[in-house]
């Protein structure tokens, strides 16, 4: 296997290109740097800019399909193992619930022992949680922590929206108890935020699932662990949908009938 030269992976317009140290920190790459699996480079990039895609498309570090995927053409969660290698597709929640459900951000990465391509067209905040880590020198120390470090950090972001959606619907049902009917698509925005989750975080799941399973060289038995504790995270955040879907099911029958009195000339306002 040929050594990557850091000077290989310089692009101009790249958002960031690091090497991990080995003890949880990072430092910028440099030309002259040796690029192994003690000090793997993480490089990532937004595959809109020039650059970076002209990058994508030529460089020889990387199979032709992987360049592709890269350059923005997958978006449902997925795996595919090449060799010592893993392209993976993943979608992250970047906080509101006021934001529109369809709108996840798709981020998408290329990882052996040695190198880490990430690419993305929207900022992912998950990313940054990691990368803050990294700064400060308690962040992961090689590829296979790096990976179970953003897998649990876009976790952490989709648990905490199902959280806020969940929130919303108890909100919704005490206002309905005390005969309140929402504004005109608050339930369904609510609803099809559930469903669009749902859509994309179930694969997600099987992604993790995937990982944990797999015998990627570059990823120990601890991090298999690790790896599958956060896909059951995300499966109980599922679970979570689940219900929440089926009460909102409820609430819009609810909705329906309050409507339906106050036409019939009832006390009832229907918004």
Known sequence: MDAIKGSELQIPDAIFAWVLDGQGGVKPLADDDIIDKDKPCWLHLNYTHSDSADWLAATPLLPNNVRDALAGESTRPRVTRIGDGALITLRCINGSTDERPDQ???MRLYM???????????????????????????????????????????????????????????????DLLDQQVP??????????????MRRYMAPQRDVYARLASERLPWMSDDQRRRMQDIAERLGRGLDEIDSCIARTAIMSDEIARLCRSRWRGGPIPCH
């Open 183 to 196: 504004p005109r698509g608050f339930l369904a925005l609510l609803r099809k935020q559930l469903i669009v």
């Open 112 to 174: 052996d022992e040695r190198l880490i391509v990430s690419t993305r067209q929207r900022k992912v905040l998950a990313l940054d949680d990691v990368l803050g880590d990294l700064k400060e020198g308690n962040g992961p120390t090689d590829g296979g922590s790096w990976l179970v470090e953003v897998c649990d950090a876009l976790t952490d972001h989709a648990s905490e929206f199902i959280e806020q959606l969940h929130d919303r619907i108890i909100d919704l049902e005490d």
């Open 104 to 106: 996840l951000v798709a």
